[in-house]
């Protein structure tokens, strides 16, 4: 059974630019959420999406955006890089809705993004 | 505001000790989870802790919850190089997915 997929796995981008990252969840998972990792902030919850439907936000700008497809495939954006968006970006399928009934999150190997 | 606090931040240990992770959270919560994490891996689910005196056993890991204490513990008995990596626990607080993280444990086994 294939697992969380996440593609690029590593990308480099100047200041200004935008990122586009994707993540297609295990096979049959319909919840999809995104975490930042950062040495200095950690693990940060970004947002999640079930049924095409943003469900839950973390404290991040306006510049981070999402969006989740039909087939529970979800992309998400940054806009106007700057350097300290530098980080892993981690995706996370669940059977069920955001965790409800005890469900388990699976992680991607995450996206490696690099603004210089 | 829900804050997950862990302890040690970074712990090096010689192989066959034992040693315990603590992992305290801020605000009233029935689940947490517990994470391995390899350098510039992903996440690993290790065990998922549904109710207050709820044990874990995984090999040589084992993982319990207090929710009266807002307190788990990650325990390691007779560590083997294998378990170097970082733990991580997890607190949720809703439903919509939204994991907090603490700061993360890097253990090192020491040969």
């Known amino acids: 059974k294939a697992g969380v997929t996440q593609t690029p796995r590593y990308l480099i981008k100047t200041r200004g630019q935008q990122v586009t990252l994707s993540c297609s969840p295990i096979?049959?998972?319909?919840?999809v959420s995104w975490y930042q990792q950062t040495p200095g902030q950690g693990l940060q919850f970004l947002f999640e999406?079930?049924?095409?439907?943003?469900?839950n936000k973390g404290n991040f700008p306006g510049r981070f955006s999402g969006r989740q497809f039909s087939n529970s495939r979800s992309e998400m954006n940054v806009s106007t890089l700057e350097l300290g968006d530098s980080a892993l970006y981690l995706c996370a399928s669940s059977l069920v809705p955001g965790l409800a009934a005890a469900g388990e999150l699976f992680f991607g190997e995450g996206s490696r993004l690099t603004v210089l | 505001e829900l804050k997950v606090e862990q302890n040690p931040l970074f712990l090096s240990m010689q192989e066959g000790k034992n040693y315990t992770i603590y992992c305290n959270y801020s605000t009233t919560s029935d689940r947490l989870y517990w994470y391995r994490q390899d350098p510039g891996k992903s996440l690993e689910s290790l065990f998922v802790?549904?109710?207050?005196?709820a044990v874990k056993q995984e090999g040589r890991l084992m993982a319990s919850l207090d929710t009266k204490a807002r307190l788990s513990t990650l325990h390691i008995t007779a560590a083997v190089h294998d378990l170097s990596a970082t733990y991580f626990c997890a607190v949720v607080l809703d439903t919509y997915g939204k994991l907090t993280f603490g700061t993360g444990t890097r253990l090192t086994i020491i040969p």
């Open positions: 096979s049959g998972h319909r919840s």
């Open positions: 802790l549904l109710s207050n005196g």
């Open positions: 999406y079930f049924s095409e439907t943003q469900r």
